[in-house]
C-alpha cells in the first residue's frame, strides 16, 4: 500500500477522532435511548430505564412499557457490550454518565466506534490493493469510504448502523481471502463467521449474511473448518443477542419486534406515549410508490443524497466487468445485488412504518450494505477509470456524495439536506400544522391569563427554578442559585376609574435562596379587557392611576411580562404533556408557546437571541405551567443563559393547592 494511501487514512481518521471530541451527547431519542440502557446497567444493575429516563435531557421515545417499567426498544446485547466499556472506564478513570456525561460519551464513542472505524478504512485499502488492477480505482475506491459515504455521521453517535457496517465488511474480507486469495488459515474463518453474526445482532435483516457465507465457505473453502471453526464462532454473537433478548423481553426477538402493541401505545402518569399519537415522519403518510420515490431519488433517496451509488448499479449490471479468474468477486456483486434488493423490499413491505428511519440524514436500516456497495464500484473504476469522460462523471458524483455526507457534521439524527430544501419549498409536508390557541386572542406574554374572574379571593401561582436567573437584557446579569417566582392576583382596586376600566393588579415576586437571600416585588396593573383582546404590553399596562405608561416604564415592565427584551408575539406549538412538582401523579396537558427575538445588548459586539419556550395550560390560574428561557450567540451557537421555571404551587382564591 502506498504512502499516499496511507495519508489518506491518517487523515480520515483524524477527522473523524475530531468530528467525535466535538460531537454533543445524547444527540437524538435514538441514542439516548441506548445510553438510558448503558446508564442503568452500570450504575443500577437493571435493563430498566425508569429512573434516567426522568431525567432532563435524557428522555426518549424509544421506549416501551413492559411490566410496569420502561425498557429501551433497542436489541439490549449493544448496550451490554458498551456497559462493559462504561464499567471499565469508570473504574480507571472515576468519571461517570452523571457528573461527566460529555467526557464519558466521547472516550466510549472512541473507543467503540472510531477504532472499528479506523480499522474499517484499513480493511479497504487492503481489498483494493489485492483486488483492484489500476491506481485510479484504489484511490477512488478508498476515497468514498473515507469521505463518500453516509456511514460517516454516525460514526460520533451510539449506534448500531456503523458497527453493522464493520462486521458485514470484515466477514467479506475474510471469506474473500479464503475462497479468492485460498488463504485458508484458521483466522478467516473465525472473523468470517464471528462477523456476519455481529452483523445480524446490529440489523436484523443482515441474519442471511450466515447462511449465504457459510454456504459460500462449504463449497469454496474447507468444509471441516467450515464446521468446526466458521459455526461456533457464529454462534457465540448470536447466542449472546438470543440469551440478552430472553432475559430481558422474556422472548427471542428485541421489544422493537411488537411495535403497535400495548408495549408501545400506553399511558403512563397521564403522559400517551408518543406512539399513540406519532409526529412528522412517523405519521406514516406516504403510499408505497410514494416511499419508493423518496427512498431511491427522493428526499432520503440512496441514489440522490449518495449520487456514488449509481456507479455500483453499474456494476451490478456488468457484473461481468470482472475478469474470468475473478469468479469471487463476481459472487460478491451477486450477493450485494440479491442483499440490496431483499433488505429494500422488505422494507417496502413494512407498511404499518413508513418513516424512512425516522429524524436521520439517510436510509439509515440499508447502511450495514455499504461495504457491498463499495466493492461494486471495483470493476466499473478499472474497466473505464482511464477514460477522461467517466473521470470527470465519476469525480463529480464523488463529490456530491462527500458533501451529502460531510453537512450532517457530527450529528446524524437530523433530516438530510434534500429533505430540508424540499420541505422550504413547499414540495413536502410532514408536520401536523400546531393547533390554535384554545384562547380567541394574541398573546404578547409568558402568561395567558389572569386569573379566573369567577374564583373569589387571590390567585397565584409559584414556580420553581432551575439554571441561571435572567435579571435584565445583558445575559452576563444573571445569579444562579435556587430561586422561586410567584405571580399573583392583588384585590383591592385602588381607584373607581380601575374599578369601571377593569384593571387587574398583578403581582410578580422573585426570591432567590442563595447564600444570601434577596426579594424583588413588582406590582402591574393591566387593562383586562386590552389583555384578552391580544393587544401589546404598551397598550394594555396602566399606572396606579389607571394611566397609560410611560416608555421608560413599559421598557422596564416588558422584560418582566414577555420574558424578551422586546415584545415579541407568541406562536402556537403543538400538545405536550408535563409533569411538575405540583401535580407529580398526573401530567398536566399544555400546549407549547414560543416566541424569539435578535437583540443586540449594549455590550455584545452582535445581536443575541433571546427565546421564551411557554407551556400552556388552562387548568391553572395564569394559564402556564413551565416557562423556559434562553439566551444564545447568534454567531457561535453557545448557550449563554438556560433557565426553566417549572410550576410547584397554586392558590385557587381561598383555596391552595399542591396535588389534582
Known amino acids: 500500500m502506498s504512502q499516499t494511501r496511507y495519508l489518506l487514512i491518517v487523515v480520515a481518521s483524524a477527522m473523524s477522532f475530531a468530528q467525535i471530541l466535538t460531537a454533543q451527547p445524547l444527540q437524538s431519542a435514538n441514542d439516548r435511548s441506548r445510553w438510558e440502557t448503558v446508564w442503568s446497567l452500570v450504575e443500577r444493575g437493571t435493563f430498566q430505564i425508569d429512573e434516567i429516563d426522568s431525567r432532563p435531557g435524557w428522555g426518549t421515545i424509544d421506549k416501551v412499557r413492559h411490566e410496569g417499567h420502561f425498557y429501551s426498544s433497542k436489541p439490549p446485547l449493544q448496550s451490554v457490550v458498551v456497559a462493559g466499556v462504561y464499567w471499565g472506564m469508570k473504574q480507571v478513570t472515576g468519571w461517570n454518565l452523571d457528573d461527566h456525561t460529555t467526557e464519558v460519551c466521547r472516550l466510549i464513542l472512541l473507543i467503540v466506534n472510531w477504532l472499528p472505524r479506523v480499522v474499517m478504512l484499513i480493511v479497504v485499502a487492503l481489498l483494493v490493493e489485492q483486488h483492484a488492477r489500476t491506481e485510479f480505482t484504489k484511490f477512488f475506491v478508498l476515497i468514498a469510504s473515507c469521505w463518500g459515504t453516509l456511514l460517516n455521521p454516525f460514526v460520533s453517535s451510539l449506534n448500531n448502523h456503523f458497527p453493522g457496517a464493520v462486521a458485514t ?24 463467521g464471528f462477523g456476519s453474526a455481529a452483523a445480524f445482532c446490529c440489523e436484523l435483516p443482515a441474519a442471511l449474511l450466515i447462511p449465504i457465507i457459510g454456504g459460500w465457505l462449504l463449497g469454496k473453502g474447507d468444509r471441516r473448518k467450515t464446521y468446526l471453526i466458521f459455526v461456533p464462532a457464529a454462534a457465540i454473537p448470536v447466542v449472546a443477542f438470543v440469551a440478552t433478548n430472553w432475559f430481558v423481553t422474556g422472548g427471542l426477538m428485541p421489544f422493537y419486534s411488537s411495535y403497535g402493541s400495548d408495549k408501545y401505545v400506553y399511558e403512563h402518569l397521564g403522559i400517551p406515549s408518543y406512539w399513540s399519537n406519532p409526529q412528522g415522519l412517523d405519521r406514516n403518510l406516504d403510499s408505497p410508490l410514494m416511499y ?15 449520487p456514488l451509488w449509481l456507479i455500483t448499479l453499474v456494476g451490478w449490471l456488468r457484473w461481468r466487468l470482472w475478469p474470468d479468474d475473478q469468479k469471487p468477486q463476481r459472487m460478491l456483486l451477486v450477493i450485494g445485488v440479491s442483499l440490496t434488493a431483499i433488505v429494500f423490499g422488505f422494507y ?51 463529490f456530491a456524495s462527500v458533501i451529502s455526507a460531510a453537512l450532517p457534521g457530527s450529528n446524524p439524527w437530523q433530516h438530510p439536506w434534500l429533505f430540508t430544501w424540499m420541505e422550504s419549498r413547499g414540495w413536502i409536508e410532514y408536520d401536523i400544522p400546531p393547533p390554535p390557541f384554545a384562547f380567541d386572542h394574541k398573546l404578547w406574554t409568558w402568561f395567558s391569563r389572569l386569573g379566573d374572574p369567577q374564583i373569589d379571593g387571590d390567585q397565584s401561582l409559584t414556580f420553581v427554578s432551575t439554571g441561571s436567573r435572567l435579571l435584565g437584557s445583558d445575559p452576563r446579569d444573571t445569579s444562579v442559585g435556587e430561586s422561586e417566582l410567584t405571580i399573583s392576583t392583588v384585590r383591592g382596586l385602588v381607584s373607581p376609574q380601575d374599578q369601571a376600566g377593569g384593571v387587574q393588579r398583578v403581582r410578580f415576586l422573585w426570591r432567590d435562596r442563595d447564600s444570601q437571600p434577596t426579594e424583588s416585588d413588582v406590582v402591574l396593573h393591566v387593562d383586562r379587557d386590552g389583555f384578552e383582546a391580544g393587544r401589546k404590553s404598551s397598550e394594555f399596562l396602566r399606572d396606579a392611576e389607571g394611566h397609560r405608561l410611560s416608555r421608560n416604564d413599559i421598557l422596564a415592565a416588558q422584560r418582566l411580562i414577555t420574558g424578551l427584551p422586546q415584545a415579541v408575539e407568541y406562536r402556537p406549538g403543538q400538545i405536550r404533556y408535563l409533569l411538575t412538582p405540583l401535580r407529580p401523579e398526573k401530567a398536566f396537558r399544555c400546549q407549547r408557546a414560543a416566541a424569539q427575538t435578535l437583540f443586540q445588548p449594549a455590550h455584545a459586539s452582535h445581536p443575541l437571541r433571546y427565546r421564551c419556550d411557554i407551556w400552556l395550560c388552562d387548568e391553572l390560574p395564569f394559564g402556564v405551567a413551565q416557562i423556559e428561557l434562553s439566551v444564545v450567540d447568534s454567531e457561535s451557537g453557545q ?22
Not at 470484515?170 to 488459515?185: G, P, Q, Y
Not at 419508493?292 to 449518495?306: A, E, F, N
Open 169 to 192: 465488511l470484515l466477514a467479506m474480507f475474510s471469506v474473500l481471502k479464503i475462497v479468492n486469495c485460498d488463504d485458508r488459515r484458521k483466522r478467516f474463518y473465525a472473523v468470517a
Open 292 to 306: 419508493l420515490v423518496h427512498c431511491t431519488i427522493g428526499h432520503h433517496g440512496l441514489l440522490s443524497l449518495t
Open 348 to 398: 417496502l413491505t413494512r407498511t404499518q412504518n413508513y418513516n424512512y428511519g425516522g429524524n436521520s440524514v439517510a436510509l439509515r436500516w440499508m447502511l450495514w450494505l455499504t461495504p457491498l456497495w463499495l466493492l461494486a464500484l471495483i470493476p466499473v473504476c478499472d474497466e473505464w477509470g482511464s477514460r477522461r469522460w467517466f473521470q470527470i462523471t465519476s469525480s463529480g458524483l464523488l
Open 639 to 660: 448557550t449563554l443563559m438556560l433557565q426553566r421555571l417549572t410550576v410547584s404551587a397554586a392558590r385557587f382564591g381561598t383555596e391552595s393547592k399542591t396535588t389534582d
